[in-house]
């Protein structure tokens, strides 16, 4: 059995294209709120924080390269999947930061945003 797993973009990185300043993902870090206010969670789920800079291999592995963008929750089997998951090949994913704060709670008890 897989567990869900979220991938995130690390805080604290640089962009390229502007060196010397720290920036951070505000959709990922939606969800390292709800990751650090509720430290359960990362028992629950794999959580994978990434370098800023594309590729992103492990995401491209899974998803493709056109599915790349994070935060993204690539699905397990341990719960139904969803009607509006997204798939590539076998892999079933959500990349909406609204819906994947949603699941979370629907399928690890996270609160519920609101």
């Known amino acids: ?22 920036y951070f993902c505000p959709h990922c870090n939606q969800i390292e709120g709800v990751l650090a206010s509720n430290p ?9 924080r990434l370098p800023f800079p594309r590729p992103r291999g492990p995401v491209v592995a899974l998803l493709g390269e056109e599915n790349q963008g994070l935060p993204v929750l ?11 998951a ?3 090949g076998d892999q079933r994913f959500v990349s909406d930061t609204a819906r994947i704060l949603t ?3 629907e399928r690890h008890g996270a609160p519920f945003p609101h």
């Open 1 to 22: 059995m897989s567990r869900d797993r979220v991938f995130l973009i690390e805080p604290g990185f640089e962009d390229p294209n502007q060196p010397g300043r720290l």
């Open 103 to 105: 699941l979370l709670a």
């Open 74 to 84: 690539v699905l397990g089997d341990g719960a139904p999947i969803p009607d509006d």
């Open 40 to 48: 359960a969670l990362a028992d629950r789920i794999e959580v994978v």
């Open 86 to 88: 997204q798939r590539h």
